[in-house]
């Protein structure tokens, strides 16, 4: 955090300049309306604004390992200990990630992920259990983590997870849950259609991360394309103990 308690007011408004300039940006308009007029109220309230020199290229590129990092962190406000795993996967849209999507999603969305049936519905030994994909343009994030019942063993509980990811990596998907993938996937696509914001934002990711705001339309196909070879050879390549780290959230007093 220095180096934000160090940034002066010059600081900001240079970032600002050079970030948020509007040649830099991307605008997004669903639903329904004429173009002609559209096109008008953009120039109206945003056509003086100055545009500026591309932003320098940042290199995002990072060694695939992480080692097995752990830290542990002291929460005065946490009422329960919690613990997060995270792994560092491929950039976005590429065939790895997509894989590694779809094993998430296996994982632990929805009530008939495998985590859900065996942490919350088998054993109830956690409060809650969550997991998401963090979408970069350069090296991103796979998360899985609980809030474990008073009293249960949290190193217990990761165990369970860790085996349910082994058995991913070591056997793939059954057909049973590929078509539960397949169904959770088409849900997904419709119900982002569903409103115009929710469009707008999902042009706009593409048009911002990949510079094809069309590829929001074969984003569906390409993950209904996945074999669930591949699922199992991405989680086997990625999703290991040599690749993770841990984050352990205590309790004050409780560590």
Do not use: C
Request: charged residues 25%.
């Amino acid at each position: 955090m220095e180096h934000l308690d160090d940034a002066t007011v010059e600081d900001v408004q240079e970032f600002f300049r050079i970030y948020y300039a509007p040649n830099n940006a991307v605008l997004v308009i669903s639903g329904s309306f004429d173009p002609d007029t559209a096109k008008e109220l953009v120039e109206t309230y945003f056509g003086d604004i100055v545009s500026q020199p591309p932003p320098p290229e940042l290199d995002v590129a990072e060694p695939p390992e992480v080692a097995l990092t752990y830290r542990e962190w002291e929460d005065k406000l946490a009422p329960f200990p919690a613990f997060l795993i995270g792994w560092k996967i491929p950039k976005r849209r590429t065939p790895e990630f997509n894989a590694l999507y779809l094993a998430g999603k296996l994982l632990y969305d929805g009530e008939s992920s495998r985590l859900y049936q065996k942490l919350v519905k088998g054993e109830e030994s956690v409060i809650q259990l969550f997991g998401f994909t963090d979408e970069r343009r350069g090296p991103s994030s796979i998360f899985v983590g609980a809030i474990p019942k008073p009293e249960k063993d949290l190193s217990r509980i990761r165990d369970i997870i860790m085996t349910e990811i082994s058995s991913v990596a070591e056997s793939g998907p059954t057909a049973d849950e590929m078509q539960k993938l397949h169904n959770q996937l088409i849900n997904d696509a419709v119900r982002t259609r569903q409103s115009s914001m929710s469009r707008a934002q999902h042009i706009a990711e593409y048009a911002l991360y990949d510079g094809s705001p069309d590829s929001v339309n074969t984003e569906l196909d390409e993950l209904l394309g996945v074999s669930p070879e591949q699922i199992r050879n991405a989680a086997h390549n990625y999703l290991n103990t040599d690749n993770r780290a841990l984050l352990d959230i205590v309790t004050v007093g409780k560590g």
